[in-house]
């Protein structure tokens, strides 16, 4: 006598097909109806399923950890809503725009006094869940300095996503690392210690790795965001092996784009055709990619602390709406761009999903080819 029970790491997703998501694991396990109506059933209160499942599918799940089999009772209530079409997976939340840092490469350029109201942060993570959503990624300027930080923060175990919190890593002590209740920290480290504090300030590369330190002793995933500039090409090697030597989840490595305090900054940037050339480090799925033959970022929006939802964080002057009116009525206003509609058509077009839309209007327009993809790809750029 057992009961089956869907581990408290996994949740039903109803997306454009069904899914199991592992938010500590972030693993995304694509099923059937009829198995999402099995697992609906394993709420750990009810004897003998292990009858109404193929046994195939029950081992695997039993292997994988979706499932538990218990010899007495623990209930877990299990619900699961059907997403809007396309779907919203991941939000990049800005809680605030206060920092700590001036980044000579911000695109958000100076830095506010603004923070989203903890009411409204509260009521976005139930809308959030409710639509589906996988991953939340609280952000700002630097989310540790909202005024109700920690009450944000108590509040995360609550939901069925995975929340990353991405920082640029100097405030984070052992105390402050041991008190989140994040699944992942995502760390800016733009180089070495002579590219990172070129961009960055002083001492912040040291403060940065200390702040990946404590989140490693604190048990919590780190991934790197790196992006390339003038002053860090000489240490992808160095900065490569840090990262294998620290056990990073995942590296983001990206191109800059030309907003914020680096139009103040140009001598930071590099042509494309040479940046491209450092975009194969870097590993993991950090580029929130699209299902269905939309473009790259079709299922991303961002909220802004005064609570604008944008299209993402390159987008402050062309608001969806007002996320007090709704998240999803403001998700259902965004424009999606199908693959068939970029000006493009490469052998690559179904692994880049057309790359950064944002790059593309400054290469061309909305439509044209992300040139910094292209250009990583050996994929030649014509004049007209």
């Not at 490569?240 to 940037?269: F, H, Q, R, T």
């Not at 975009?279 to 929130?288: A, I, L």
């Not at 802004?304 to 987008?315: A, D, Q």
């Not at 292209?374 to 014509?382: D, N």
Request: glycine content about 8%; some cysteine; proline content about 4%.
């Amino acid at each position: 006598m057992s009961y089956l029970r869907l581990n408290d790491d996994c949740f039903l997703k109803l997306l454009e097909s069904p899914y199991v998501y592992n938010v500590k694991k972030d693993e995304l396990y694509e099923v059937n109806d009829k198995a999402i109506g099995f697992l609906m059933k394993c709420n750990g209160i009810t004897l003998n399923l292990e009858s109404e499942a193929e046994p195939e599918f029950l081992s695997y799940c039993l292997s994988e950890n979706i499932l538990e089999e218990l010899e007495e009772p623990k209930e877990r209530k299990i619900y699961a809503n059907k997403a809007p079409e396309p779907s919203l997976r991941y939000l990049e939340l800005q809680i605030t725009n206060k920092c700590n840092l001036i980044c000579r490469h911000c695109y958000l350029g100076e830095a506010g006094k603004t923070d989203l109201d903890y009411e409204t942060a509260i009521k976005i993570f139930d809308e959030f869940e409710k639509m589906q959503g996988l991953r939340l990624l609280i952000t700002g300027g630097e989310p540790i300095l909202h005024k109700r930080f920690w009450g944000i923060n108590v509040r995360l175990p609550d939901y069925g996503f995975r929340s990353i919190m991405l920082s640029n890593g100097t405030l984070i002590t052992k105390g402050i690392a041991e008190r989140l209740n994040v699944h992942e920290v995502q760390v800016s480290l733009d180089g070495m210690e002579n590219g990172h504090d070129a961009i960055r300030g002083k001492g912040s590369f040291k403060k940065a790795i200390t702040g990946i330190e404590a989140l490693k002793s604190a048990g919590i995933d780190v991934s790197v965001a790196t992006m390339i500039h003038s002053k860090n090409t000489e240490e992808f090697d160095a900065l490569n092996k840090l990262i294998e030597e620290m056990a990073i989840v995942e590296w983001n490595v990206d191109v800059p784009c030309s907003a914020g305090y680096l139009l103040n900054n140009k001598e930071l940037l590099l042509p494309y055709s040479e940046a491209a050339q450092y975009m194969h480090y870097g590993f993991g799925g950090g580029s929130h990619g699209s299902v269905n033959n939309l473009v790259c970022g079709s299922h991303l929006c961002a909220v802004t602390p005064s609570g604008k939802v944008i299209r993402c964080g390159f987008y402050p002057d062309k608001p969806l709406g007002d996320v007090r009116d709704g998240l999803r009525s403001c998700w259902e206003r965004m424009q999606h761009i199908k693959l068939a509609e970029l000006n493009c058509d490469c052998e690559y077009i179904n692994e880049c999903k057309g790359g950064c839309r944002y790059r593309a209007e400054l290469y061309k327009n909305v439509y044209a080819p992300d040139p910094v993809q292209c250009y990583a790809r050996g994929v030649e750029l014509t004049a007209s």
